[in-house]
């Protein structure tokens, strides 16, 4: 699997998350911060001319032929303002470049964290939200909301228990 860490904060919540997840299930960790990646421009040439490729020379062709040669996606982002960092939503729109076989069957492992609790509506409606991008898809779905408030470490750590759990059961 590729994991995509889309925090903006290095060695954060998210940041622990995606490596403890990565340790535990194999998958390759690329941190969105780091990636020379535009946004997609809608120019449809990945659909014309381009047959699968971007018109974008950056990082993101080479992210993408990664993810096409893998069993699945892990998106791990922190909540802002109840969807994902801009961070993980170029990549996410940048997976318009792919043909529909290149993701159906694979697997879309996501995983929310936030400050709120992890009994908040926002996680219902981002699992939900991707729900749907997943059975448009055609990818095998699994959703993780989890919530710390900032600097407390004892909440985190129950947190790091829940990825645990949560690493076993897609791994
Ligand atoms: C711009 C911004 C918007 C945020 N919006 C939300 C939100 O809607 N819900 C929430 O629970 N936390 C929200 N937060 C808090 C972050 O999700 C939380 O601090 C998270 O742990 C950050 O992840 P990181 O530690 O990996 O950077 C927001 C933080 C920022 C900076």
Redesign the pocket.
């Given at each position: 699997m590729i994991a995509i860490a889309g925090?903006?904060?290095k060695g954060?919540?998210?940041?622990r998350?995606a490596e403890r997840i990565s340790a535990l299930t194999g998958a390759e960790l690329i941190y969105a911060r780091s990636l020379n990646a535009g946004p997609c421009r809608a120019c449809g040439y990945c659909k014309g001319k381009g047959d699968g490729r971007c018109v974008q020379n950056d990082d993101m062709p080479s992210v993408l032929e990664r993810i096409r040669s893998s069993d699945g996606l892990v998106l791990i982002s922190?909540?802002?303002?109840?969807?994902t960092t801009a961070q993980i939503k170029v990549v996410i729109d940048r997976l318009y470049a792919l043909k529909a076989e290149d993701l159906r069957g694979k697997k879309l492992v996501v995983i929310m964290?936030?400050?709120?609790d992890d009994s908040?509506a926002?996680y219902t409606i981002l699992s939900r939200q991707f729900a749907e991008m997943a059975e448009y898809l055609g990818m095998e779905y699994s959703f993780l909301g989890v919530?710390?408030p900032?600097g407390n470490e004892e909440v985190f750590q129950k947190v790091l228990q829940k990825v645990d759990v949560f690493a076993d059961a897609i791994a």
């Open positions: 925090s903006p904060r954060m919540y998210s940041d998350i922190p909540v802002y303002w109840w969807q964290n936030g400050e709120a908040d926002e919530g710390t900032e």
